[in-house]
């Protein structure tokens, strides 16, 4: 079996200022980078040791695992895949998140829905794909697009770790598809969003994903990193 340790990205530029994020890149802010570093130290006192290394190949998620590595005293390179990238949001990437929000409101008013909060994770991807479509882009993902890439790119580091005799791998990735992607395997569509560093833990054998633990911010604590987690954190991609 191997554990597989998901992660969020730190914070960034764009969840500060409420930007929609999806495939286009933002720096991680001061916290964000110091919260990296302080989970890799959670990761150190409680003698974590990974013997592999990977993140999606945005700019964000690479920083993250860096410092989190390096902080460890984990010396690995990390081994950067595009399947493992944030959900694409189309025409709303790098965007207000109230342009997003108003887009969806208008669209559920139209529907005889009153409340975007109501919607999770899947089914604002899912109408967001349609907003796309409509206005003649066609460039975001649905759940079930984004979830079959994600799913290969992790099944395909589960392989190599089985044939590589690997125990434990780091993974930092983004948190919408990492949302998506525990809810295909079991966690609730009422889970709450994921949280910036937060750690979720996989069991990868027989081809089958197992969810041991999600949304897990003990690592990041221990290590001296934000405890007080702004609302924003959980919304925001």
Do not use: C
Not at 90 to 95: A, K, L, R, V
């Amino acid at each position: 079996m191997v554990e597989i340790w998901l992660t969020r990205h730190g914070e960034t530029q764009y969840n500060v200022k409420g930007v929609v994020q999806g495939i286009v890149n933002s720096n991680l802010t001061e916290r964000g980078a110091a919260d990296a570093q302080a989970l890799g130290r959670g990761f150190a006192q409680e003698h974590v040791h990974f013997d592999a290394a990977y993140s999606s190949d945005l700019g964000r998620a690479v920083d993250t695992a860096q410092l989190a590595l390096t902080a460890s005293g984990n010396k690995l390179a990390v081994t950067q895949m595009s399947g493992l990238r944030e959900q694409n949001f189309g025409m709303f990437d790098g965007q207000p998140e109230t342009q997003r929000q108003g887009a969806l409101g208008a669209m559920l008013k139209d529907a005889g829905i009153a409340n975007v909060d109501s919607l999770n994770m899947k089914q604002m991807v899912d109408l967001v794909r349609i907003l796309d479509i409509h206005h003649g882009q066609a460039t975001a993902e649905n759940a079930k697009m984004s979830i079959a890439r994600f799913t290969a790119a992790l099944t395909k580091i589960g392989e190599t770790a089985e044939r590589e005799h690997q125990h434990r791998v780091f993974v930092v990735a983004h948190g919408a598809i990492i949302w998506l992607f525990l809810n295909s395997i079991g966690m609730p569509d009422d889970a709450g969003f994921i949280k910036n560093v937060a750690v979720s833990k996989l069991i990868f054998g027989k081809d089958k994903f197992t969810i041991a633990t999600t949304n897990d911010r003990k690592y990041v604590e221990l290590g001296g990193g934000t405890k007080n987690v702004p609302s924003q954190e959980f919304k925001l991609n």
